[in-house]
């Protein structure tokens, strides 16, 4: 049973980091300032990052609640 719980959450890791990096980062600084006025002007895609950043959300949770199953039972 543990083992069966560490493959599912270290596939869960694995997700949790690809949709972390299939984030789109936020602009801070000079670049960012010179390149938002572009985003604002030509608008910017925010569904898939709605989508992304509720889906790290739910695998972030689902993560939790594994580790503390894990732990319960060992």
Do not use: C, W, Y
């Not at 690809?18 to 936020?26: E, F, I, K, N, P």
């Not at 670049?31 to 509720?54: C, H, N, P, Q, V």
């Amino acid at each position: 049973m543990t083992l069966a719980l560490t493959i599912v959450q270290v596939v869960i890791a694995l997700a949790i980091i690809a949709t972390v990096l299939l984030q789109s980062g936020t602009s801070a600084g000079l670049s960012g300032s010179i390149a938002g006025g572009a985003e604002t002007f030509f608008g910017k895609k925010k569904g898939m990052d709605e989508f992304l950043s509720r889906t790290t959300r739910l695998l972030a949770a689902v993560f939790f609640a594994i580790t503390v199953i894990i732990a319960i039972i060992e």
